[in-house]
């Protein structure tokens, strides 16, 4: 490429056509009065149409972290296997031993979703896989954690059928398994759907790739897909409520192609193998901007741009346009000079467009060229998160609606036990998500040992090893609603413990901040208390948060969504044959409850199911016990007696148990219980740090003394076998009954049968 | 013993495939770029699941043009082992080895599941090692696998046999119920008549070990290396 020389006293210009910078422009790209002053600081001058663009885009609060750093910083973000922290790269790096590492991330596309759901389900998808071969992992696994409205809305339908199947076309394509994640259906997302999808990848550590631009004079080429004008403004649009006028926001929503994307996958371990990449980002959100400054900012470096180098999929776009596009499928890479030809090899092989389009210089600049005209000349920190970007502390105060929730108003118990159980096992929320997974291919590669609704989390094995991955995304957004903070902690708790209950001991935590606007400050009292109450529990049982994303903005006319703190999780086993799901197997073996003994009616489904919202106060949740739990599963189930093991979640115990007996529909295997009585609290009231686990009958003293060593409760309730579920003479469910409830429950209610 | 594993632009499941020969099986198994012609030395060649180009367009359309096929139509004529799975069923329909060819199934969906298939003959180089009228249940993964074949050429398709495998119950019943796609005849995979060339839709490759969802599937491969090694 020939390099332009551009004297360093020259000021950036208008593009012909653009239009004149304003304050109110300004306001409508979203910045803010004292951000236009700070501009206008930086750069000791007005800004060109094209900074102004380029500002917007950076300091949005999808880029820039502006509301939530603060926060973040209080979490855990170091210790254990953690190679790569949180925010360093594209996402966190754990140590899994064998010279292997798991990289693993979970973003949001909630706003696009809500708007095209087919495209933005789909890109969010090839988003988080992007962040994840970046690095040079190769992705072995998928999940993705769904919130909508009531399945009966005509228009909860319509987003689901096509979050489900843009999710399925963009994985399935891609050949990674979606193997896990959560789907749940409240009033509160019914304006705002979340969508968050989470990759996990694999790679030799010393291969990794770093998103940094190093080495003056080293060339910046461009790979994949060519720039159209599709998602402009896509990282501001993340960035306000949604309102009716978002809905003829398209244009903000980009377009994926799988396709390309499994050839950029391809293409990028191959280019991680040569050894010629210096550095490489992904064009994500706020794309070729982003991602040229953010490799500049991060070493100190600059960069230089010529626009007229991008492959272009239209004509006549401006520089504002092709810098704001985020047209999916695209990397920008610094090679080693010298060594270009490597990488143009690797691209022409997997049949990919490569071009230089710039160079690293090291005035800390990032300049654009186009038509030889510079059209943007901006000190590349002052554009980035942990630079120059704004920083925020954010006005709080504790929300009314937390004073009216905490009284639960007068209710009916369940009377008929078994009426009550199949009216449960056939809610949306707790009944099998079986129409949805079975649109995802959850085998390929081969490697899936533990498949969807198989276990309380998916198994993975790691390719070419006798290891294995538990992997599980969770969070009870009702629990997050009455008590941020200590539903926040549950939320971790239940993620740790749904791949303890594999016996892959938890390794790290990524999340998915899904919140309302962070400039009311009842919103954000709940966003820093649902944070502290993360970072609380992250401490206790040594997950570290390897890095995540921040939604807020999850506002539509009808209110603002529950607090909803994902969390994704990733867990080793050792040893992969040891590993369990939660499927009742054979006749005879003892069943035990273990854990805490508190259970509650408040957030429950039950409680919901009779007033439409949750209320109440939690019950009390003690992290000490959590951990010790925890290693008592993880040690149970590697010393080999264990069958099965599952976590009481929403329906509580007889859920737990039904599910236990069905969980594979063409083999199903008993239960009998034998309870004298029981309260109907106590059969379908929700409580955090419960297990219900099937041990070998000649290990059941083994167990007694694990948990009598571990000091956590453990009571022998019952042993499989028997035609279906019995609760001796209270009442029994037969596989049929718990089938059609369980197995039709989310396709009836969609309207799907 | 050599096996191939074709690889197009946007296959997927070569890996699976690659670890069943490789690694299950522990023979010599190469990798076959679209774009190569030499397919010299290879016993049998797999031509994998997956999106060959996005199959954007019909699915194995654009794949049939790549430059290997011309050697893979001569590798199949000289009679050695060619075995499609799902994507790489729909390449031999669409370049003429097979009969038929594979729509959307009749849900309109995609569907990954664990599905029983009836062995119906056992007199194949794919399926010696099967014993009369064996039932295995093995994954199907895919949005376009209702195989479709018109009045005369499905007769004659029936006629001499050429149909190895049909979807059905666990008890081994083939009918609507126990049809996932809407395959006409409940039909899941094809032979040639010189009994070389096999597609099928379902993935026998993703139920050959037994920590992942068992081994219902290997004996296609058992009967393969078996009848190669007589050879």
């Known amino acids: 490429m020939t390099r332009q020389a551009i004297d360093p006293n020259q000021k950036p210009v208008a593009y012909p056509g653009d239009p004149e910078v304003t304050l109110d422009i300004a306001a409508t790209l979203g910045v803010t009065d004292e951000e236009y002053t700070r501009i206008q600081d930086i750069l000791g001058r007005m800004p060109t149409w094209t900074e102004l663009g380029i500002f917007s885009v950076m300091w949005s609060e999808h880029a820039s972290y502006k509301n939530s750093i603060l926060e973040l910083k209080k979490l855990p973000r170091s210790g254990g296997r953690l190679l790569v922290g949180a925010g360093e790269e594209n996402a966190g790096l754990v140590d899994i031993g064998d010279n292997l590492a798991v990289a693993f991330k979970v973003e949001s596309h909630n706003h696009p979703s809500a708007v095209e759901p087919y495209q933005g389900a789909a890109t969010g998808v090839g988003g988080i896989l992007r ?59 019914r304006g705002n759907p979340l969508v968050n999808a989470m990759a996990v990848g694999i790679m030799e550590p010393g291969k990794m790739m770093s998103a940094a631009a190093k080495g003056v004079g080293n060339p910046v080429i461009y790979i994949g897909s060519r720039t159209g004008r599709d998602g402009i403004h896509g990282a501001t649009f993340a960035s306000v409520e949604l309102s009716e006028e978002s809905q003829s926001r398209k244009s903000n929503v980009q377009v994926g192609d799988p396709f390309m994307e499994k050839l950029l996958l391809e293409a990028t371990l191959a280019l991680a193998d040569t050894g010629a990449v210096v550095g490489i980002q992904d064009m994500g959100a706020a794309g070729l901007t982003c991602s040229s400054s953010e490799m500049a900012a991060k070493t100190g470096m600059g960069i230089v741009l010529d626009l007229n180098k991008v492959p272009k999929r239209e004509q006549g776009m401006t520089p504002y346009e092709t810098l704001l596009s985020e047209s999916q499928e695209r990397m920008l890479l610094v090679a080693e000079k010298g060594r270009e030809q490597e990488i143009f090899d690797v691209a022409e092989h997997w049949e990919l467009q490569a071009v230089e389009i710039g160079y690293v210089t090291d005035d800390g600049r990032m300049k654009v060229m186009q038509d030889g005209l510079l059209v ?86 790691i390719p070419g090893t006798n290891k294995a991955l538990g992997m599980a995304t969770d969070c009870n957004g009702r629990f997050t609603y009455l008590n941020p903070r200590q539903g926040a902690a549950m939320a971790v708790a239940e993620a740790a413990r749904n791949v303890a209950c594999t016996g892959a001991e938890p390794l790290g935590v990524t999340n998915c901040l899904n919140f309302g ?73 003892a069943v035990f409850l273990i854990g805490a003994d508190a259970t509650s009616w408040a957030g429950s489904e039950w409680q919901v199911m009779q007033h439409g919202q949750p209320y109440g106060e939690l019950p009390p949740f003690n992290l000490d016990l959590e951990v010790r739990l925890q290693q008592l599963i993880i040690t149970a189930i590697r010393a080999g007696y264990v069958q099965a093991a599952h976590d009481l979640a929403e329906g509580g115990l007889v859920t737990a148990a039904a599910e236990m007996c069905i969980a594979d529909p063409l083999n199903p295997q008993g239960m009998q219980l034998e309870f004298e009585e029981i309260s109907s609290l106590d059969l379908f009231g929700e409580g955090p740090s419960r297990v219900l686990i099937i041990v070998e009958p000649a290990h059941v003293d083994d167990l007694e003394e694990l948990a009598r060593k571990n000091d956590v409760p453990a009571e022998w309730i019952g042993t499989t076998g028997g035609k279906g579920l019995g609760f001796r003479t209270l009442f029994s469910l037969s596989f049929e009954e718990m089938s059609k409830a369980y197995y039709h429950g989310l396709s009836e209610a969609l309207g799907i049968e | ?42 016993d049998a060649i797999m031509l994998p699941g997956g999106f060959s180009y996005g199959d954007y367009l019909r699915c194995g359309a654009i794949a049939r043009f790549s430059p290997v096929m011309e050697e893979l139509i001569r590798f199949a004529n000289s009679g050695r082992t060619v075995f499609g799975v799902c994507n790489g069923f729909q390449v031999l329909t669409e370049s003429g080895l097979l009969p038929g060819t594979l729509l959307r199934n009749r849900s309109l969906r995609f569907i990954n599941e664990d599905w029983p298939l009836r062995v119906e003959r056992t007199d194949t180089r794919f399926t010696h090692l099967c014993s009369e009228g064996q039932v295995m249940t093995v994954p199907i993964a895919h949005n376009e696998g209702n195989y479709f074949l018109g009045g005369d050429d499905l007769k004659r398709l029936e006629d001499r046999n050429g149909v190895l495998f049909r979807y059905c119950s666990p008890q081994g019943e083939v009918n609507d119920a126990s049809n996932p796609n809407g395959s006409v005849n409940n039909i899941a995979g094809v032979i040639n008549e010189a009994g070389n060339v096999l597609g099928m839709m379902p993935h026998p490759e993703n139920r050959t070990d037994p920590l992942i969802g068992g081994t219902d599937g290997l004996v296609l491969f058992e009967s393969m290396v078996a009848e190669l090694s007589q050879a």
């Open chain 1, 131 to 189: 962040d994840v071969f970046t690095m040079g992992a190769r992705p072995i696994a998928l999940l993705d954690s769904l919130r909508f409205g009531p399945p009966e809305d005509e228009r909860v339908r319509f987003l689901v059928d096509g979050v489900v199947r843009g999710i399925a076309d963009y994985g399935n394509c891609m050949g990674i398994p979606t193997v896990g994640g959560e789907i749940y259906f409240e009033e509160s997302y």
């Open chain 1, 376 to 461: 943007a000349d901006i000190p590349a920190n002052d554009l980035a998160l942990g630079g120059g970007a704004p920083v925020y502390e954010r006005d709080v105060e504790e929300p009314e609606y937390l004073k009216s929730v905490k009284t639960m108003p007068e209710f009916e118990e369940p009377t008929d036990l078994k009426e009550a159980a199949l009216s449960l096992l056939a809610r949306p929320n707790i009944a099998s998500k079986k129409h949805v997974f079975r649109q995802y291919d959850s085998m390929v590669r081969g490697n899936t040992k533990v498949l969807p609704g198989r276990g309380d989390a998916a198994v993975v094995r």
């Open chain 1, 517 to 589: 606007n962070p400039y009311k400050p009842q919103m954000y009292w709940t966003f820093r208390e649902a944070v502290a109450g993360m970072g609380e529990a992250c401490r206790a049982l040594n997950t570290p948060v390897t890095g995540g994303n921040v939604s807020f903005y999850n506002e539509s006319p009808t209110g603002a969504v529950f607090p909803t703190p994902v969390i994704g999780i990733v867990g080793l086993a050792e040893e992969i044959e040891k590993t369990v799901g939660m499927g009742a197997t054979r006749e005879g073996d």
């Open chain 2, 1 to 42: 013993m050599k096996w191939g594993v074709l690889v197009f632009p946007g296959t997927n499941r070569d890996y699976d495939a690659y670890d069943v020969f490789a690694r299950i099986l522990g023979h010599d198994t190469r990798y076959i770029w679209h774009r190569e012609r030499d397919l010299d030395g290879l």
